[in-house]
């Protein structure tokens, strides 16, 4: 049988190579040596790029990030509220009659209790007509006790009775409005308080009307705020308050009134609480911080540093689980504090990093270094 393949003959192969080499021009041949020179370099080029691919994977570790173990803890959280200071108590004390006055017994700004003369006014002849009018009505009292005997014994009528009767009483009631009228020359305080403005001076007239003093309550002093519709259904008359005034010093008090009714521009609600203030350290007006306790709920401690964003702009932190793969966790701050965040969203015990949460993306194995501060 004939062989259809014959065996492949080099020495005709090589004769046809050498002829087609012969018939090239100088110009052709340059041509084919350059275009073989530049085929090695790149066939070498792209075998060594491969090898250094191959050498940069193998080189390739996990990124190392640091985590803290964060527990979660019941914790009441503080709504922190912007307000100020006001009395508890204020009156204006208006005069009650006309006259110039006489003295004025307590210095502006002074203490005063229940009962003191702030203000004394000149009687003038009122004086008189009092004593007249206690003289008078000594005399009508016998001149009715002795009608009144008579009658008893039957020698007076009944109409001379009466009319010594009325003339008694017409006698006291004269009497009394001079009294009330000698009251109304020494103007009292009212209730134990400061007194805080007297606006007048000695030898001065006033009218009935005209405002006299001012005594207010500063202790307890009133401290009010404003709150949003969110918060206020969480709070109650009787919870703790702690003030802060603006020379940094922390006050406690007590929730003392929540309004349900919202202030028409500014939908906020207005609270009330009352600290004790004996030594009137703490003015009126005083701009404060309230920093209400509210109910106790389960929250965990993080750093500030923690927080990052994810890919949509959302808020929260990154753990590692347990197999050391990064995951992104949002969370709600219920609490802020002066170097730290009280949160929710977090599990239990949740493995958080706190150095590297920025440069690492979710479902990426890390190692994952224990942090040695809290």
């Known amino acids: 049988m004939l062989n259809k393949h014959p065996q492949f003959d080099t020495t005709i192969y090589r004769q046809k190579?050498?002829?087609?080499?012969?018939?090239r021009t100088f110009a052709q041949k340059l041509a084919l040596v350059i275009l073989a020179i530049a085929t090695l370099w790149i066939a070498s080029g792209v075998f060594s790029s491969?090898?250094?691919?191959?050498?940069?994977?193998?080189?390739?570790?996990?990124?190392?990030?640091?985590?803290?173990t964060v527990p979660m803890v019941a914790h009441s959280p503080k709504l922190q509220v912007t307000g100020r200071t006001e009395a508890l108590r204020r009156v204006d004390i208006l005069a009650q009659t006309a006259g110039q006055?006489?003295?004025?017994?307590?210095?502006?700004?002074?203490?005063?209790?229940?009962?003191?003369?702030?203000?004394?006014?000149?009687?003038?002849?009122?004086?008189?007509?009092l004593k007249e009018g206690e003289t008078l009505m000594k005399q009508r009292s016998a001149e009715l006790?002795?009608?009144?005997s008579l009658f008893d014994q039957g020698f007076g009528a009944r109409k001379a009775l009466d009319e010594k009767r009325t003339q008694y009483n017409t006698a006291k009631a004269t009497y009394e409005r001079a009294l009330a009228e000698r009251d109304r020359a020494a103007i009292r305080a009212p209730f134990s308080g400061l007194?805080?403005?007297?606006?007048?001076?000695?030898?001065?007239?006033?009218?009935?009307?005209?405002?006299?003093?001012?005594?207010?309550?500063?202790?307890?002093?009133?401290?009010?705020?404003?709150?949003?519709?969110?918060?206020?259904a969480r709070l109650t008359a009787g919870q703790t308050v702690q003030v802060r005034t603006p020379d940094g010093t922390n006050l406690e008090g007590t929730l003392t009134y929540v309004s349900r009714s919202a202030q028409a521009g500014t939908?906020?609600?207005?609270?009330?609480?009352?600290?004790?203030?004996?030594?009137?350290?703490?003015?009126?007006?005083?701009?404060?911080?309230?920093?209400?306790?509210?109910?106790?709920?389960?929250?965990?401690?993080?750093?500030?540093?923690?927080?990052?964003?994810?890919?949509k702009g959302v808020m929260g932190v990154r753990v590692v689980d347990a197999a050391n793969k990064t995951q992104f966790y949002p969370v709600t701050i219920v609490d802020d504090t002066q170097d730290e965040l009280w949160v929710t969203g977090l599990p239990n015990d949740a493995r958080m990093i706190v150095v590297g949460q920025d440069f690492v993306i979710d479902g990426e194995v890390v190692t994952a270094v224990e942090s040695n501060s809290k």
């Open 50 to 68: 491969h090898h250094k691919a191959d050498t940069t994977a193998a080189a390739v570790t996990k990124k190392s990030v640091r985590v803290e």
């Open 17 to 23: 190579t050498l002829n087609f080499w012969r018939r």
């Open 145 to 148: 006790a002795a009608q009144q």
């Open 195 to 232: 007194l805080n403005d007297v606006p007048l001076d000695v030898s001065q007239a006033v009218k009935q009307g005209d405002k006299l003093a001012q005594v207010v309550v500063l202790d307890p002093l009133k401290v009010i705020g404003e709150v949003s519709e969110r918060a206020v």
């Open 101 to 129: 006055i006489a003295q004025l017994p307590i210095k502006k700004g002074s203490p005063v209790k229940e009962g003191d003369v702030i203000v004394r006014l000149a009687f003038d002849g009122r004086d008189t007509m």
């Open 267 to 311: 939908r906020t609600f207005r609270v009330e609480a009352s600290i004790k203030n004996a030594d009137m350290r703490v003015p009126e007006g005083a701009s404060v911080t309230l920093a209400i306790a509210m109910e106790s709920a389960p929250a965990s401690k993080i750093r500030r540093s923690s927080l990052t964003l994810n890919d």
